[in-house]
Structure formats: structure tokens, C-alpha cells
């Protein structure tokens, strides 16, 4: 069953680039009340600007690795618009390194916000999405939250830990009223692989094929937003290699090989 996103309160994080900005427009044009965060305030606004009703939108600058601000975040978002209505997780970073490579401070920043930042944020909404009997939480993992590919090892762990988070969540939430959609998309044409970070921290810097060959953020964005609609459990997204994902299921020696063949570029 689709429900309407008109008038629901949509809290939408790493707003301010890739899909998570091209989802903001997708769920303004719906008729959303959009609270939008991201580090950068001046890209807040230009975000705001661009979408659909800007004078019905929330700025909310957030450092997603500093959790200490998370709990005046939510409350300065209640006191906006009196609830929240669906969490959105968009933020998050990728990798290129090799295992015996990576530092492991690289380690532990791409689970920081990948994965401990939108656990952080989740428990601090949902009470007030239980004490409503009401609510969804949406969060971005990836395809390779369900199968790992080579120089991308932590990106890939912290997407599987997302996963596992959220497929717990949802069978907790249940009787609350609450739906929790996981989102793994493929390659998406984002800055995803410009920011992704080496094995000594520093930015990647280049944008790779695989990446650059994807599908565009606003088709991405268009088949979360329907998932959301929908309240979907879970969607895979992109193009043929969202297959991948059924192949690694049901023919795991055959996958491992074509990885190991081709990897990714």
C-alpha cells in the first residue's frame, strides 16, 4: 500500500550532495516538510532554495561525527514542527584501499559515519516516533552491505553493519507503528568515489568509471523515495549489477570468481 508524503515531516541527512540532495527535491516536490543537514550551511540553503515550498524547510547544520550535538539537534526539530515523521540516513563516505593498507583511524572514520552516526541519531528519534505509534526510518546502505568487493572493505563492513542494524530495528518497531526501509543502491553518478577516502585517509580524488557509467542520482533518487512510499523493507537499485546481489546468494563460487577476475574500477 502507497501512503501520501504531502505534509509529513522528512528529516533528510548529507543533504547538501549526491542522492541525498536529489532525494530533498524528490520529497519536497511530494510535499514534504524538510529539515536538511549536513555540515555546511551555506550549502543547506542553497538546497533549501532549489526545492519545491523552501519557506516550508528547516536548516540544520550537523557535524555527523560529533554525537554529542544529536540530542539538541532532535529536540530543535520537535520544537520546529512538533514531530518527525520519517529519518532519512543519506550521509556516509566511501573507500579505495587495500586492507593490509588502511590505517586503521581510516577504519574507525568510515564507521563513525557510516554506521555509529545514524544509530546514534535513530535512537535518539525514536521515542517520539513510539510515544506516536508512528513513523519510518529510512537508511542508504549499499550493494555492498550485501557482498564485499576488493579496496573497499571497510566502506563494505560498515554498509553490512547497517544492515544488520536495521533489519533488527524493524522487527523491534513493529508493534510501534514504525517501518524501516534499507535502501542499497549500486553506482550512482555522485562525487562518491572523488570523496572516497585512500588508505592514509587522504581523498581519492577521482571519479572512476563504474561510478561515472551509474545511474543518476534523481533515478535513485525516484526509486527510494517510491520505496519509501511504499514502505518497502528493503530495495536494491541500479542497473543490471543490482544482480549481483542474487548471484552472490545462490552462486556464491561463480560471484567470487568474477570478482576476483574483474574487481571494480
Not at 164 to 192: M, Q, W, Y
Not at 211 to 228: E, F, P, W, Y
Request: charged fraction near 20%; charge should be positive; proline fraction near 3%.
Amino acid at each position: 500500500m502507497t501512503s501520501s508524503i504531502a505534509g509529513k515531516v522528512v528529516w533528510v541527512t548529507g543533504a547538501t550532495s549526491g542522492i541525498g540532495e536529489a532525494l530533498a527535491y524528490a520529497l519536497a516536490a511530494e510535499g514534504a516538510k524538510l529539515v536538511l543537514s549536513a555540515r555546511r550551511e551555506k550549502e543547506l540553503s542553497r538546497v533549501q532554495s532549489a526545492c519545491a515550498g523552501s519557506e516550508e524547510h528547516f536548516v540544520l547544520p550537523l557535524d555527523l561525527l560529533q554525537l554529542d550535538a544529536f540530542e539538541p539537534a532532535v529536540q530543535a526539530v520537535l520544537e520546529q514542527f512538533g514531530q518527525i515523521d520519517i529519518l532519512v540516513h543519506c550521509a556516509g563516505i566511501s573507500q579505495r584501499g587495500t586492507v593490509v593498507d588502511t590505517q586503521m583511524q581510516v577504519e574507525r572514520h568510515i564507521m563513525a559515519l557510516n554506521y555509529f552516526a545514524p544509530v546514534a541519531l535513530t535512537k535518539l528519534v525514536l521515542p517520539s516516533m513510539i510515544a506516536r505509534r508512528a513513523g519510518q526510518v529510512v537508511v542508504i546502505s549499499s550493494l555492498l552491505g550485501k557482498f564485499g568487493a576488493p579496496t573497499r572493505a571497510a566502506y563494505s563492513a560498515s554498509k553490512h553493519a547497517v544492515v544488520g542494524f536495521f533489519d533488527s530495528l524493524r522487527a523491534e518497531v513493529h508493534k510501534d507503528g514504525i517501518t524501516v526501509t534499507v535502501a542499497c543502491p549500486g553506482f550512482v553518478r555522485t562525487n562518491a568515489s572523488i570523496n572516497a577516502l585512500r588508505a592514509d585517509g587522504t581523498a581519492h580524488g577521482k571519479m572512476d568509471r563504474d561510478i561515472r557509467n551509474g545511474i543518476s542520482s534523481d533515478v535513485c533518487a525516484q526509486k527510494i523515495l517510491r520505496a519509501i512510499k511504499a514502505g518497502q523493507r528493503e530495495v536494491y537499485i541500479g542497473d543490471k549489477k543490482r544482480w549481483a546481489v542474487y548471484l552472490h546468494r545462490y552462486f556464491p563460487g561463480l560471484f567470487s570468481r568474477l570478482l576476483r577476475s574483474r574487481g571494480l574500477k
